[in-house]
């Protein structure tokens, strides 16, 4: 039988001895019983992850350089910055063509030491040549093992298993009690990783509001009530190891972290190990499999491949960004591994140019969300008249952010999250005051401390007719509104399960914003419809918005995601759509006000009145340039017999005359 056989010495059943040690680990925590947080459209958990992992470069790049201490010198002993012998550039100890073994351990012990237990070895892999790239079956260098590996009732009971990974040269052995002629430790690399992995499951205590039936079984009730936080070892049934074909001339005490701690030199510094990487980044966590006593074997793919330094270095950067999560952790940015799941996905099933593309897309969508924030603010500012606004819609923002500001105090959410919905509600609050007059009622006080808050509508609102248009829009929006809203919460009452009744009215009122929030846009048509005018709307916020609803309609097709949340995406295009077609048929009204007061009628009248007063400074001043003029002749004259060209006589004519014409511009003004 050929070496090259993924199947030459493997054994199909690999048991794993077990310490007399058992038992589960469970964990208590608050909060363990709140309703989910806020789902997110897969568009938002992309923009999500690539802002939080932008953020984390910048905030981990200054924290560098603010901790950074003076840089020694090249070869400066460490504390006395006395200079010693440079050290040279070392080698990688496998040249290409070096033919080389690798033995695969599976054992529950972190540090190996069990090569007397024929059954700890699952893989023994001989004939391997570093730096090919053309061998195995499918000529890829590639070789796959697929088996199976009892697990002992201590791994079933959240105990740990760890996979031990030796690379020889051709002929040696890992064992050191094969003697040194077999065994060499110099010509040995090894790297270990455990299998499974710990996840925390969380307990909700929900149940059906009318039935009080629930899906969840008795243990988990009792779980749930007492709000514990169970941490529940998982299994994922793939690992790929890869040899790193790297010939970089590394010199000791000068590679750059995170790569100094898999470059591993020989005693000499002259040369240095091959780079035996264990990768499992591309182990999405929906595919792991909780281990229980229900699982006395589980599968396992073993992959050996050949990584190159570049690919090598991507995936070393990821468990950088991973040792300072707690950075965000303190910043209130949990990482949630269903983003990362997303972000992987996108990787793996999306085309290379299409996924550059959807980065680039995904920056100018940041800049646009910025722009459009921007501008918004700035619109309400400088707003002087109501006038074709709906401030109806206004009230109602408001009251749609106090439910998500509700919702997410009452679901497991970061503190982020929760200061970012509160900051918006404050910004629609902020608003109110630009659409009506308030003020403060000092005699009728609340609870006879506070005093009371009057609002009053607008004057322009009410002389406009924009008040009755707005009302009219409401209540033919309230015929279609209220028995959607009716609806969506019976069905909610009926199928779903909740914690209580408070929850069920915030989550049944968040659900149905969510999903029926954007005819909350159509109040704003009706009014455009009977004005017959466009001209109150920001126009230049709506535009930033619309151009990022196009670019969630891209990612609605480059990303995977249910087809409720693309037709989604194309709700908002529609609504867009009809303020461009209305834009179009409703031409300019010159003597309609804008955000700031002005009318286009205003500024005409205005700059002819300007004009008039400059013909008539012009008129008056003809005569007295003329008789300066009769002035210098004489002048002229007696200083000079023959006649010559004065440019000075002509200037201070024409300054007078802009000086006359700038004192009647400024009284225009």
């Known amino acids: ?44 958990k992309i923009f999500g992850t690539i802002k939080s992992v932008a953020m984390r470069a910048m905030i981990f790049y200054f924290i560098m350089q603010f901790f950074k201490g003076k840089t020694a010198s090249p070869g400066a002993e460490p504390g006395t910055g006395v200079a010693k012998p440079m050290r040279g550039p070392a080698t990688n100890m496998f040249q290409d063509g070096m033919g080389f073994d690798m033995y695969v351990y599976v054992s529950e012990q972190e540090e190996f030491g069990e090569f007397n237990v024929p059954e700890s070895l699952v893989w023994k892999k001989e004939g391997l040549s570093y730096g090919n790239w053309e061998q195995g079956p499918n000529m890829d260098s590639i070789f796959e093992l697929s088996t199976q590996i009892p697990l002992s009732e201590r791994v079933q009971n959240n105990g740990s298993v760890y996979i031990h990974t030796f690379i020889v040269r051709e002929g040696k052995s ?38 009080g039936a629930t899906e969840q079984s008795e243990e988990d009730q009792v779980k749930a009530a007492a709000g514990l936080t169970e941490i529940i070892s998982h299994w994922h049934p793939n690992l790929t190891l890869n040899v790193v074909y790297d ?7 000068q590679v750059p972290p995170p790569l ?28 792991y499999q909780p281990i229980n006593s229900s699982t006395p074997v589980v599968n396992i793919t073993l992959t050996i491949q050949p990584l190159s330094m570049f690919k090598w270095q991507m995936y070393s950067a990821q468990q950088l960004r991973n040792r300072f999560n707690v950075l965000g952790n303190l910043m209130g940015e949990e990482e949630d591994d269903q983003d990362q799941d997303s972000v992987k996905e996108a990787f793996l099933e999306t085309n290379i140019y299409l996924l550059v593309l959807t980065f680039v ?31 109806r819609s206004v009230f109602f923002n408001v009251f749609q952010n106090l439910i998500v500001v509700l919702y997410v105090f009452d679901s497991d959410t970061n503190t982020v999250i929760r200061i970012s919905c509160f900051v918006g509600l404050a910004i629609e609050i902020w608003k109110l005051t630009k659409v009506q007059d308030v003020s403060f009622d000092f005699e009728n006080k609340v609870l006879g401390i506070f005093p009371r808050i009057k609002l009053e509508d607008k004057k322009d609102y009410n002389d406009s007719g924009t008040k009755e248009f707005d009302r009219m829009a409401f209540r033919y929006l309230g015929m279609a509104f209220f028995p959607l809203a009716f609806c969506y919460c019976i069905y909610s009452v009926i199928y779903n399960e909740h914690k209580s009744w408070y929850s069920f009215v915030l989550g049944s009122c968040y659900g149905f914003l969510l999903t029926f929030g954007f005819i909350m846009m159509t109040p704003q048509l009706f ?33 995977k995601m249910p087809t409720m949340y693309r037709l ?5 295009d529609i609504v867009f759509f009809i303020f461009l077609y209305q834009k179009y048929i409703y031409k300019e009204d010159k003597t309609r006000v804008n955000e700031f007061g002005y009318s286009a009628a205003m500024e005409e009248e205005a700059n ?32 000079d017999p023959e006649p010559t060209s004065d440019p000075g006589a002509t200037s201070g004519a024409w300054k007078n005359t802009q000086k006359q014409k700038s004192k009647k511009a400024k009284k225009v003004d």
């Open 1 to 44: 039988m050929s070496t090259d056989d993924p199947s030459y010495h493997q054994q199909n059943q690999v048991a794993v001895p077990s310490p007399p040690q058992a038992g589960g680990v469970v964990a208590e925590q608050d909060g363990a019983g709140a309703p989910p947080p806020p789902e997110e459209s897969p568009t938002e």
């Open 174 to 211: 890992p064992d050191p009690a094969a003697g040194k002629g077999v065994f060499s430790k110099k010509w040995t690399t090894y790297k270990t990783q455990r299998l499974n992995k710990f996840m925390k499951r969380k307990y909700k205590q929900t149940a059906n509001l009318l039935t």
């Open 247 to 253: 010939h970089t001339p590394w010199i000791p005490g």
């Open 260 to 287: 100094d701690e898999f470059v591993e030199f020989t005693p000499s510094l002259q040369q240095y190990k091959p780079i035996l990487w264990l990768n499992d980044y591309w182990n999405l966590n929906r595919d």
């Open 361 to 391: 897309i995904s920056i100018v969508h940041s800049v646009f969300e910025f722009l459009a924030f921007k501008n918004d603010i700035q619109f309400w500012n400088k707003k002087k008249s109501v006038q074709g606004l709906s401030v």
């Open 527 to 559: 009014i455009n419809y009977k004005l017959k005018s466009v001209a109150h709307l920001p126009w230049r916020m709506m535009t930033y918005k619309a151009l990022n609803t196009f670019i969630d309609d891209i990612f609605a097709f480059v990303i």
């Open 568 to 572: 989604g995406c194309f709700r908002d």
């Open 608 to 639: 002819a009145v300007k004009e008039g007063v400059a013909e008539e400074v012009e008129a008056e001043a003809a005569p007295l340039a003329i008789a300066e003029e009769k002035e210098e002749e004489p002048k002229a004259d007696i200083s």
